[in-house]
């Protein structure tokens, strides 16, 4: 078994990418899938054989509601009331992540949901504590 005390941590890796403006997965060598959040063993095989590996930021748009609980972080009370939506990522794996590009209204979620799957890309929100990855749907 590998040294895991030598191993860089996998989501310590994963905030320092995004802080640089780099979006990163874990790609498994046993199996060849992505995992996301990065990972220190494949979430898919269960392999220790992962490595970073960035990730394109494109995703398509499955489904999107608007907050209507208090945010669920301070952190993120600046930005409410915001579109929250579950996103396949290119590579496969599926993220909840903020969405851009949408007003958290019923009038424009109903035409988001009535454009079916929407492409997005991901975009890095500068906290005041850390990034956090969200997507921005196409026009
Ligand atoms: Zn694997």
Same mark, same amino acid.
């Given at each position: 078994?590998? @040294?895991?005390?030598?191993?860089?941590?996998?989501?310590r890796?994963?905030?320092?990418?995004?802080?640089?403006?780099?979006?990163?997965?874990?790609?498994?060598?046993?199996?060849?899938?992505?995992?996301f959040?990065?990972?220190?063993?494949?979430? #898919?095989?269960?392999?220790? @054989?992962v490595?970073?590996r960035?990730?394109?930021?494109?995703?398509?748009?499955?489904?999107?509601s608007h907050?209507?609980?208090?945010?669920? #972080?301070?952190?993120?009370?600046?930005?409410?009331?915001?579109?929250?939506? #579950?996103?396949?990522?290119?590579?496969?794996p599926?993220?909840q992540?903020?969405?851009?590009?949408v007003l958290?209204?019923?009038?424009?979620?109903q035409?988001?949901? @009535?454009r079916?799957?929407?492409?997005?890309?991901?975009?890095?929100?500068r906290? @005041?504590?850390?990034?956090?990855?969200?997507?921005?749907?196409?026009?």
């Amino acid at each position: 078994m590998q @040294d895991l005390a030598q191993r860089p941590g996998a989501i310590r890796a994963y905030y320092e990418g995004l802080a640089a403006g780099t979006f990163l997965g874990s790609a498994c060598g046993a199996c060849g899938r992505v995992s996301f959040p990065p990972t220190a063993c494949c979430e #898919h095989c269960g392999s220790w @054989d992962v490595r970073p590996r960035q990730l394109s930021g494109r995703a398509t748009l499955l489904f999107a509601s608007h907050n209507i609980a208090p945010a669920c #972080h301070p952190r993120f009370a600046a930005l409410a009331p915001y579109v929250y939506g #579950h996103l396949r990522l290119e590579e496969g794996p599926i993220v909840q992540a903020i969405v851009l590009g949408v007003l958290a209204t019923p009038e424009d979620l109903q035409r988001l949901f @009535d454009r079916g799957p929407v492409p997005a890309r991901a975009e890095v929100l500068r906290m @005041d504590d850390l990034p956090v990855l969200a997507f921005r749907i196409a026009a």
